[in-house]
Structures are given as structure tokens and as C-alpha cells.
């Protein structure tokens, strides 16, 4: 692997703490490998002029070039990112004013319809399709001066919790379980969650410094969990959904992946804002994220679930949890218990209305206009539906989008459809209620941390409980964010989750801060790719 | 308001026809529903046609102003409840012609509630024949595309021109008796969508087409059994299919069979529906709320701006024409019938005012007599419409002031008019230059009928013998002599004075 070599005195991403391998004998730290920067060090570092944008891209691209074991990319691009890269070297050198994120190379989850790069949502029902158009998000990304290192592939069509729906076969976490007391220290592959486990998988490998994620029941906050690195989802409405590959309209929200907290609080904020291409898009100011953190939570009244500790919940998970709130007392704030009652029915919920929206949302993939067309010789209109839907839908898609049907038929849509909506609005009151008390809620991200891939696969509902933590806050449009917390005894992270009200994204990014400072978390999977 | 009295005569006895219309009327507007894509009519195949419209994956719908103003508008002219929050719903089907795999319409909460439609039933006789036909709803929705079969030997194409194009789907209650009701309500509906100027109405343009409902019962008993004929498209053939579908019915019933739900198909050259599909292949549209739209809400400023543009309607213009304006009700109703002669009518009575120094009062008779009998007449034989007059409205006041002011006879306003259409010259330069002014010289015209009287001595003595129906003759006479100039006034009145002395 390449490395970026380069001398840097004082530079502004020292005060960040940031711990580098060794102290040349004038005591200036030498700099050994600029893909461990997070996004803030290198936006600094290459404002400060310790390195190029070039060479930032140059060192992320041979990471992922040495990284295809992971399987985290569907599509690689690192001449995108080297063309951002001059960009960005050419704008510092002329003098002109710098994007956000000028210098940075991010990875691109392939659900974002991408200009003139293939978009496949990871199935292979849309494979060799080219969009003629940017999505708004990574538009926006692209704008600020990211450069694009490749399309992260995902579960198909966003529907998965491991990355095993793919139809470009499963992302591999690089984490392993170590040979310790409760690891079995196997080298058995494990899941990078899903569906963003490209996006968690690259992070955490050092593929990437951050990537785009999209959420509609816990598809960045789990995977994140399962890796440890942290991502935010915002409040419904914050990322415009235009040019995203839909699965449940009313769910899907768009957002950061990275491994600090304020590198989340530096893309969403590139991320956000009005789009009046997309109906539900919330028409406000995006605040300034990061120039607010600030990990004192005096004065803040933070919310411990009590439906969240359920009998049998992992008990290392529950002891984090513990630490977590001990974190956040140590961080000013006040701890109340509260209670959300509606919480068992979330996930029933959850997969009778995704499902739904899903089934009609995925109606124009038809063999059509685009993407994969199956024509068996004297096949009409019905039998070219039937084949090429049967060819192109993975297991777990078609699964779906029968559930979905099933619960929006005649006899049996208000039994399913109408009663999901009506618990919807009761879960969203428990919310409400419980912000009265409260400004935040503290719970775990995930009820286990990384599994084995195959563990689950042959039963979906164990699957489907990987979401138990997140799909509340999915369904009534909260901003939430996943945090890692520390390892479990078999050597993988284990995270939490913060939860805010609406639109109050900062006091998430704050109370996240406050325990990624305490926490401490540096661990970081041992090389096998 | 009138009970219709049609019955069908079954070898049984009397059946009643019950008829509902769902129209499709298309939304004028530059724009689609959901779309920034043009709607021309008549462009090449997929020239109209934006990302959304093709549902590309992740591309989004956002309602287009301007379409949900027109349905308010529409809703407001016909007296409805305007509903300030609505939503919109996908139906879910498949077809080649539907790229999303849904239609975005308005199942559960449509935009418009109920009104209502007031319709004509003997045009002679407009007052004493009206009657009030409800709508239920009105509710906006996306047209699809369409397919094309003629291109290709064995594949068939698709054009998304229309798809995503704005509809509204007016549906009425099943409150029409007749195949003329049934005319009548939807020629209505169409006269005030063009007044309203939110649907062209050309149905043979497919701007507007509607879904016939028509069941059949013995007089005051329960509603039958409907069947629906998709698609009509004319005001002729939605009477057409009526009246064949209530015969066809009442056959069936009377033969002892049942009539079943079902979607039919009209087919005019054989002048017959056949049935498409029935409830139980029906689809299972499975509605549900569009995640993608937010619930439409309309403030209170935009509901009064609609409102405020909504032109005369044609009830209170008909109104207005007989009460102020002193017109029969017959000629107020052919006026008022149609957006476009009320316009063209009205812009003849201002220039007829402003030239004759008079009210438009004063003027309308004669107007409105002229436009429906000379104008009209013109035009029929010419094959033209009336935005493709070779004589406009000032053109025609002009001519209509030389007859007020005397200054031509009627006849020859009828030739000078012929001149008009003919070269494209204005009456006033007519009449100057080929010499037609009317005279009232009484030097003149007492010559010439001394003359005639003198000519036809015999007539004299016949109409002194009591044959006073030769007066016109005497009359007629004078007037060929002075080349039909003379003021008709004058000969008269010199007429009775020559045979009288």
C-alpha cells in the first residue's frame, strides 16, 4: 500500500487529538497513512496544505483497490475521485473559494442514481442502468467538492439487515471474532449489517472516510452498530429523497456514515436542505451541525425506554447501555426513565406498511422502459411482466413485495394497512408524550452485535428483530444516530443509539458526541483483506 | 324541473332507464399533473415526456399548481363543495402504458364534493324544461400513455405523451332518465368547463371522454344491476350507447336473465357495447394513501383567487340576456351554450353600442338576430366555425348600425353581407361604393309609385275591389323599382297614400 508521506508542523488537525504512529526526532509527527484522517482532518489538512487532494484520493483508491475480499463496491470510480481531487488542488492553488468537503473522497451507497455511473440498487433488475441524472443528495456532495470513490453496494434494493440480499454477492465486515473468552476466534465472515454494509463495511475498513447512507428501518445505524463507526439518520424529510432508488417512501431518509460524530455533522449538513423536486421535503435552514457541537449536556433530560430492556436482551448490550447513560450523567446531563408502551408494535408495523409502499414503489421495474427485460420467444405483455420480475427480484425483494400486496388487497387492507397506520400515530404519540419529560432517548442500536453470514438468512423474522432498536424512530421521522460504544467479549462493537425530537438533529450530534469522547472508542478491525 | 317521461316499452310492460357519467376531462394547463412536461396535443410520440413521467427509478412527484387550481375553479362552477384538505392515492395495476405501475388519483378524499348541474331539456322551450342533475365528486388524476399497435408487426409501442397528463374525473349521481339527459348533462358539463376555461372539451381530441353507467327498472322500483361503457367519446354516442345499453338490458331481463356488473366496450361503427371484463376479473387495485404527496391543503387566499377568476357562468349569463338585455330565452340559451359565441356575441353588442351611441340593451335584439340567423347561416354554408368568421364582431356592428340608422334596408344588409364574406370589405365602404344607401327622398319613391300604380291599373282596380292583399305587391313593385334603396318606411306609407287617392 502506498503512503502518503509528509511533514506537517502544527498543523490544524493535531489539536484534534488525532493519535499519529510516531514523532520524527524533532518531535514533528510524521504522518503515515492518510486514509486513517477522518473527513474533518483531511478537509484541514488539505486547507492547511499538509497534502494534496490528490493525494488523499490516490491513497483511498488503493485502498479499495486492495480491498475486493470486502465486496464493499459495486462499481469503483476512482477516476471520480482523482478528477475531484484536481478540482480541489487546482481551486486551493488558484485561490478560489473551497467547497465543504473540497479534497474529500467519499463512497457513494448505490441506491443514489448517479449520472453517467451505473445504479443498480444492488439487484439485478436494474443492472447495466446508467441514469442520465444526479441524485439531489449526492449532487449536492459533489458539489461541495467530494470526489466519488465508487457505488457501495447495499442489501437489494435496501431490503436486508446483513448484505446478504445483493445480488453482487455479500459485503464482508472486516471485523473478526477474536480468540477471547466469548469470541470463538473463528475467521468465519460477518456481516457488515445492512442494508448500507457497503458503506459501514469501507469505513470501517478504511476504504472510505465516510459514505452516504439511506435508513428506512435502521439501514444506517445498524450497519454502523455492527462496525463501529457512526451514522445519522435525520428527521423525515431533512435529505430530499429525489434520484434515491425508493423502497418505502414514507421511511426512506437519506444520511451520513463515518466515524466521528462531527465528520456526520460536516456531510449531513453538505447533505440536507429544500428540494422542490421532492413533495415531503422540509422547507428550512439547515443549521450549522457542526459549528454548534459541543458535548455539554447541561440542562438536558435524557430518556431511558423502558420497553427497550426487554427479558433476555443481550447482556453485554444492557451493561453498554449501563455505561451510556453513566456517560451522559458525566456529560451534565439528567436521566429519566419514560415509556414508549407502543414499542412491541413496532416491527409488526414496520413490515406491514415497508412492505407496502415498497410493492407499489417497485412496480416500475417492469422490463419496460429500462433495466433487466425477460422475453421468453412468444411471451405477451403478462408473461414478460412475470419473467423478467421473477429474473430480477432477489428472495428477499419478491418476499416483500407479496407481503406488501398481500396487506394492501381488497378484504384485507383495513385489517393490516389502516390498523399499521393507526399504531403508527399511537407510536408516534408515545414519543411525544415522552419528549414532554425528556430531551433525548438513550437506547441500544442493535440487540446483538455482528452475526455470522448465514447465521440468519434462512429465518427471516430472527433478521427482521436486527431492526427492533430502530424502526421506532423510522416510523414516526426522528432523527436518530447510531455511536459505538465499545467491543463486545468476542472482540466486535457494540453501539447506541441517541434519539431526538424532530428537527433537532444537534442535540443527537451532541449527546453522540458526548459519548464518543468517553467512550474512547479507537479499535479498529485487524487487517485480513 | 321535469319528470322525464321516456320509457322503454318491454314486451312486459314500461322500463325506466337510470343513467350516471363518469367524465374524464383533461386539465387545461401547460403543464402535467406531477411533472414540468409539456402536454401539446398532437406531438411526436415521447417528445412530452419528463423522467417522472417515465418513472425513472427515484423520481418523485410534485403537484402542479396550476391543475389543482382549475379543479377548484371547475368545482366552484358547479356549485360543489370545495374539500380544503384532500389526498392523493396510487392505484396499482399493471400495463405497458402506466410506467410507474400506479395511477396517482383521489379515491378516499377528493379534492371536490358535491354539486351540482343544471340542464335544458326542450331548447324551444328552456324555462319550463329544466332539470337538476348532482355530482358526487370531482377528483384529479394522472392520464397514462397509450399504446401504439400499427408500428410493428409483432411488438407494439408505447407513447408517454399523456401519461401524467392532469384529468379530472367528474362524476355524476345517477340521476339522468334518458339518452337526451344524459346528452344534455354532458353537453353542459362541457359548455361550463370551456366557460371555466379549464378543460378544452374537444372529445374527439380525447380532452374529454366519459364512462357510461346505465341500469334499467320498472318505474319507482330499486336500482338494477349497471353496467359501465368505457370511454365514450361523443355527446352522440354517450345517447347512443344508452339507449343500446337499456334495450339490451331490458332484453336480457326480459328474457329472464340477470344482468351482471361489468365493464362494456361501444364499438360506433356497429353502433353496440360488448362487454370487456366483469366484477370478477375486475382488478384488485389495491388503493392506499401516495407516501410520496403530502395531503393537499388550500388556504383561504387561494380558495378566493379561485373564486375571484371564475368568468359569468352560463346559468347567469342566460339570466342576464333575458332579463336585462330583453332576449327570448330560446336565443339566450343558443347564445350562452357555447363559451365562444357568448364572447364573440358579447364583443358585437360593445361595438354595436359604441358605434350606434346606445346601450347594449338597445342593440341586443338585433344582434343577437343577426348573429343566429345571418351569421350562423353564413357560416354553416361555408363550413366554418365561428372563431374562423371572415366577418368579426366590429365588422358586423358596422354593418348592423347602417341598417339601425336606416341607412340600408334589411335586404340590402343581407346583400352588403354577402359582399362582406365574399371580399373581406367593410359594409360602410360597401354600401359607398356600390351606391346602396337607402333613400327616403318621398320625390322619389312618389314617382316610382306612380309609376307602378299607373303600369298596373288592373291590380289598382282589383285591390280598390277589396283584393287588399296586392298591397304588397304595389309595395314590392316600388322597391324593385327604386333597386330595393328605398326606405321600406317611406314606400309604405306612399304606397296607402297613392292608392288611396
Not at chain 1, 118 to 139: C, D, I, K, R
Not at chain 1, 402 to 416: N, P
Not at chain 1, 461 to 488: C, E, H, K, R
Not at chain 2, 284 to 303: G, K, N, S, V
Request: proline share 5%; aromatic share 8%.
Amino acid at each position: 500500500m502506498p503512503s502518503a508521506l509528509s511533514l506537517s508542523k502544527g498543523c490544524t488537525f493535531l489539536q484534534e487529538g488525532l493519535g499519529f504512529d510516531r514523532l520524527s526526532p524533532n518531535g514533528v509527527r510524521i504522518l503515515t497513512d492518510l486514509t486513517d484522517l477522518t473527513v474533518a482532518e483531511i478537509r484541514n489538512g488539505f486547507r492547511g496544505g499538509d497534502f494534496s487532494a490528490r493525494e488523499v484520493a490516490e491513497a483511498f483508491n488503493a485502498n479499495v483497490t486492495a480491498a475486493k475480499a470486502l465486496n464493499a463496491f459495486i462499481v469503483e470510480t476512482p477516476e471520480k475521485a482523482l478528477e475531484a481531487a484536481d478540482a480541489a488542488d487546482k481551486a486551493k492553488a488558484a485561490g478560489d473559494s473551497l467547497g465543504a468537503l473540497a479534497g474529500v473522497p467519499i463512497g457513494m451507497k448505490d441506491l443514489f442514481c448517479t449520472q453517467g455511473v451505473q445504479t443498480t440498487a444492488a439487484s439485478h433488475m436494474l443492472e447495466g442502468f446508467v441514469p442520465t441524472y444526479e441524485s439531489t443528495v449526492s449532487g449536492k456532495l459533489w458539489a461541495a467538492g467530494a470526489g466519488m470513490l465508487g457505488k457501495l453496494n447495499l442489501d437489494q434494493f435496501a431490503m436486508g439487515s446483513s448484505n446478504e440480499t445483493s445480488y453482487y454477492g455479500n459485503v464482508i465486515s472486516p471485523w473478526r471474532r477474536a480468540k477471547t473468552d466469548g469470541g470463538r476466534g473463528d475467521n468465519a465472515a460477518l456481516a457488515p449489517g445492512g442494508s448500507s454494509g457497503g458503506s459501514s463495511s469501507a469505513i470501517a475498513a478504511r476504504l472510505c472516510p465516510a459514505a452516504t447512507g439511506t435508513d428506512t428501518g435502521g439501514s444506517i445505524r445498524q450497519p454502523a452498530a455492527f462496525t463501529g463507526i457512526s451514522g445519522i439518520k435525520p428527521t423525515y424529510g431533512r435529505c430530499s429523497r429525489w434520484g434515491i432508488v425508493a423502497f418505502a417512501s414514507s421511511l426512506d431518509q437519506a444520511g451520513p456514515m463515518a466515524r466521528t460524530v462531527r465528520d456526520n455533522a460536516i456531510l449531513l449538513e453538505v447533505m440536507s436542505g429544500f428540494d422542490p423536486k421532492d413533495s415531503t421535503s422540509l422547507d428550512l435552514p439547515v443549521p450549522q451541525w457542526e459549528a454548534n457541537l459541543s458535548s455539554d449536556l447541561k440542562g438536558k433530560t435524557v430518556g431511558i425506554p423502558k420497553e427497550y430492556r426487554p427479558d433476555g436482551l443481550n447482556a453485554e448490550i444492557s451493561a453498554l447501555w449501563d455505561r451510556g447513560i453513566e456517560w451522559l450523567k458525566d456529560a451534565g446531563a439528567q436521566v429519566v426513565e419514560v415509556s414508549l408502551p407502543h414499542t412491541k408494535y413496532a416491527l409488526p408495523t414496520y413490515y406491514i406498511i415497508a412492505p407496502a409502499e415498497a410493492s407499489s414503489n417497485l412496480a416500475r421495474y417492469d422490463g419496460v422502459r429500462y433495466g433487466q427485460r425477460d422475453l421468453p420467444d412468444g411471451a405477451g405483455l403478462q408473461d414478460m411482466y412475470a419473467a423478467t420480475r421473477a429474473a430480477g427480484f432477489g428472495p428477499e425483494v419478491k418476499r416483500r413485495i407479496m407481503i406488501g400486496t398481500y396487506v394492501l388487497s381488497a378484504g384485507f387492507y383495513d385489517a393490516y394497512y389502516t390498523q399499521a397506520q393507526k399504531v403508527r400515530a399511537l407510536i408516534a404519540r408515545d414519543f411525544e408524550l415522552a419528549f414532554e419529560k425528556c430531551d433525548l432517548l438513550l437506547t441500544p442500536t442493535a440487540p446483538s452485535a455482528s452475526f455470522a453470514l448465514g447465521e440468519k438468512q434462512a429465518d427471516p423474522l430472527a433478521m427482521y428483530l436486527n431492526d427492533v432498536f430502530t424502526v421506532p424512530a423510522s416510523l414516526v421521522g426522528l432523527p436518530a444516530m447510531a455511536i459505538p460504544g465499545g467491543l463486545d467479549s468476542a472482540g466486535l462493537p457494540i453501539g447506541l443509539q441517541v434519539i431526538g425530537k424532530a428537527l433537532d438533529e444537534q442535540t443527537v450530534l451532541n449527546a453522540s458526541l458526548a459519548i464518543e469522547e468517553r467512550a474512547g472508542f479507537t479499535a479498529r478491525p485487524d487487517k485480513w483483506w | 324541473m321535469t319528470e322525464s317521461t321516456y320509457r322503454i316499452q318491454g314486451a312486459t310492460g314500461e322500463w325506466e332507464v337510470v343513467i350516471g357519467l363518469e367524465v374524464h376531462a383533461q386539465v387545461t394547463s401547460n403543464a402535467k399533473l406531477f411533472s414540468g412536461a409539456a402536454t401539446a396535443f398532437g406531438a411526436e410520440p415521447n417528445t412530452q415526456v419528463s423522467l417522472v413521467d417515465a418513472a425513472m427509478p427515484g423520481m418523485l412527484p410534485v403537484p402542479n399548481r396550476e391543475c389543482i387550481r382549475q379543479a377548484v375553479r371547475t368545482g366552484m362552477a358547479i356549485d360543489a363543495q370545495i374539500n380544503k384538505w384532500s389526498r392523493f392515492d396510487r392505484k396499482n395495476y399493471f400495463y405497458a402504458d402506466l410506467p410507474q405501475g400506479y395511477q396517482i388519483s383521489q379515491l378516499y378524499h377528493p379534492i371536490v364534493g358535491e354539486g351540482q348541474i343544471e340542464i335544458v331539456l326542450d331548447e324551444k322551450n328552456p324555462e319550463a324544461s329544466t332539470k337538476v342533475i348532482g355530482v358526487e365528486r370531482i377528483h384529479v388524476e394522472q392520464d397514462a400513455g397509450k399504446l401504439m399497435h400499427d408500428q410493428h408487426p409483432t411488438s407494439s409501442y408505447v407513447d408517454l405523451n399523456r401519461s401524467g397528463v392532469a384529468l379530472m374525473e367528474i362524476v355524476s349521481k345517477p340521476d339522468m332518465r334518458s339518452p337526451a339527459e344524459a346528452g344534455a348533462y354532458l353537453s353542459k358539463l362541457r359548455t361550463i368547463l370551456r366557460y371555466v376555461g379549464s378543460c378544452d372539451g374537444n372529445m374527439d381530441q380525447g380532452s374529454m371522454r366519459a364512462d357510461v353507467n346505465v341500469s334499467v327498472r320498472r318505474p319507482g322500483e330499486a336500482f338494477g344491476t349497471r353496467t359501465e361503457t368505457k370511454n365514450v367519446n361523443s355527446v352522440r354516442f354517450v345517447m347512443a350507447v344508452v339507449e343500446h345499453e337499456a334495450n339490451r338490458q331490458v332484453d336480457v331481463l326480459e328474457a329472464g336473465g340477470k344482468i351482471v356488473q361489468e365493464t362494456r366496450l361501444y364499438d360506433p361503427d356497429r353502433n353496440e357495447t360488448r362487454s370487456m371484463r366483469s366484477k370478477e376479473d375486475a382488478h384488485d387495485y389495491r388503493y392506499f394513501p401516495d407516501p410520496d404527496l403530502l395531503p393537499l391543503e388550500l388556504d383561504d387566499a387561494f380558495l378566493e383567487e379561485c373564486r375571484q377568476s371564475l368568468p359569468e357562468l352560463p346559468d347567469a349569463k342566460r339570466a342576464r340576456y333575458v332579463n336585462d338585455l330583453g332576449l327570448s330565452a330560446y336565443n339566450a340559451t343558443t347564445l350562452t351554450a357555447d363559451a365562444d359565441t357568448a364572447r364573440w356575441f358579447e364583443a358585437l353588442l360593445a361595438q354595436g353600442a359604441r358605434i350606434q351611441k346606445k346601450s347594449e340593451g338597445e342593440v341586443a335584439k338585433a344582434s343577437a338576430n343577426w348573429l343566429l340567423s345571418e351569421l350562423y347561416g353564413a357560416l354553416n354554408r361555408l363550413g366554418k366555425s365561428l372563431d374562423e368568421s371572415p366577418v368579426g364582431p366590429e365588422e358586423g356592428a358596422e354593418l348592423l348600425a347602417l341598417v339601425a340608422d336606416g341607412t340600408i334596408s334589411g335586404t340590402i344588409a343581407k346583400q352588403v353581407f354577402e359582399i362582406m364574406l365574399e371580399t373581406g370589405a367593410r359594409a360602410p365602404a360597401i354600401v359607398e361604393e356600390k351606391g346602396l344607401k337607402q333613400t327616403s327622398d318621398t320625390g322619389a319613391i312618389e314617382a316610382a309609385v306612380a309609376k307602378v300604380l299607373a303600369d298596373n291599373a288592373d291590380k289598382v282596380a282589383q285591390y280598390k275591389g277589396g283584393k287588399e292583399a296586392l298591397f304588397g305587391f304595389f309595395v314590392g313593385q316600388t322597391m324593385k323599382a327604386m333597386q330595393g334603396k328605398a326606405n321600406p318606411q317611406v314606400v309604405n306609407e306612399l304606397v296607402k297614400k297613392g292608392l288611396a287617392g
